[in-house]
């Protein structure tokens, strides 16, 4: 299949201009990251990540091994582990975490979420990656289960951050990002005002929920520089590969698919090797799009595939 991106994307396009209370003598007055608006002339290569979801068979995690040898070649500045709520996946991303730490020198950030979690957990867990090297991990909320089986010690994120600091305060962490809303929150200003208590309390790092529409991002970069936020705030991708899978997770998370993209992905949904490769020049593109406005960190949510991730990657650096 060959499609004329430049023309069907051309919209998804942000011209970044300086901000009125820029001057031209202070270009970086006020700056949200260390690539906030530099062009892709002037960034250094972008840092590249992955995230895993930790494997439950066997094959499984042969699979995984697979995928992150591969992933190796482009030299990733992290991998990622999700953390599943109510214990049901907490052991299973320490033993991923471990095996990972044996089989690779990539550096590694386990996530934590608060949902069901107490501050005992939490402590036992850092010991243990501290122990295997870990110096970052990522603190989400967390999506709530169905039966919890009993009240942890964190409501939001912004707690965890602050009392893995307390204990912690070499650990570097990184939270969630919502530049579309958290599908929780009443609306986008109170959803920022979360994500600034979550900085404020000591994260130095965040990613976003994957979106496809480059100015919701931006946009969301605007307000954080406004509140004087200035830390990296990473895109994160997410491949498109099937069309049930992601309009589901899509409703789940909040996340927009643009009617042109959705209606092009629904032509194709029992076309698998078209949807896929129309679903790949999209994400492409729109890195090549944040790269040009400055952007120089994307994370990956790789589903435990090396592909079409590691195509995606290669064509930014």
């Not at 094959?59 to 070649?73: D, F, M, P, R, V």
């Not at 990539?106 to 979420?113: A, M, R, S, V, Y």
């Not at 049930?244 to 409703?251: A, G, H, R, T, Y």
Request: proline share 6%; glycine share 4%.
């Amino acid at each position: 299949m060959s499609l004329n991106m430049d023309n069907v994307l051309m919209h998804m396009h942000h011209n970044k201009l300086p901000k009125e209370y820029q001057t031209k003598e202070e270009p970086d007055a006020v700056k949200v990251s260390e690539y906030w608006g530099k062009k892709s002339n002037q960034i250094e290569s972008p840092k590249i990540s992955f995230e895993f979801f930790p494997p439950r068979s066997n094959s499984a995690k042969e699979s995984l091994k697979n995928t992150y040898i591969t992933l190796n070649s482009v030299n990733p500045e992290h991998y990622s582990v999700t953390f599943g709520a109510n214990g049901k996946s907490q052991d299973a991303t320490l033993d991923t975490i471990v095996n990972l730490s044996e089989d690779t020198n990539i550096p590694l950030t386990p996530h934590l979420t608060c949902v069901d979690t107490k501050k005992e957990q939490v402590t036992e867990l850092i010991d243990k990656y501290i122990s295997h090297g870990i110096s970052q991990v990522m603190v989400l909320k967390g999506d709530h289960p169905n039966k919890p089986m009993y009240k942890g010690d964190f409501k939001y994120a912004n707690e965890m951050v602050e009392f893995i600091k307390e204990h912690y305060d070499n650990l570097d962490i990184i939270v969630a990002a919502y530049p579309e809303k958290h599908p929780y929150s009443m609306d986008v200003g109170s959803d920022i005002d979360f994500f600034v208590q979550k900085v404020n309390s000591g994260a130095s790092e965040a990613i976003t929920q994957y979106f496809y529409n480059i100015d919701a991002y931006f946009y969301f970069i605007d307000e954080l520089q406004k509140r004087n936020i200035d830390i990296p705030i990473t895109p994160g991708i997410m491949p498109i590969t099937n069309f049930e899978q992601l309009v589901d997770f899509s409703k789940i998370c909040g996340a927009e698919i643009p009617t042109w993209i959705f209606n092009r992905l629904k032509l194709y949904r029992n076309d698998s090797e078209s949807l896929k490769n129309f679903g790949q020049e999209v994400v492409s593109q729109m890195c090549l799009n944040l790269k040009e406005n400055g952007v120089n960190r994307f994370h990956f949510y790789s589903m435990n595939k090396p592909e079409p991730v590691l195509s995606i990657a290669k064509a930014l650096i």
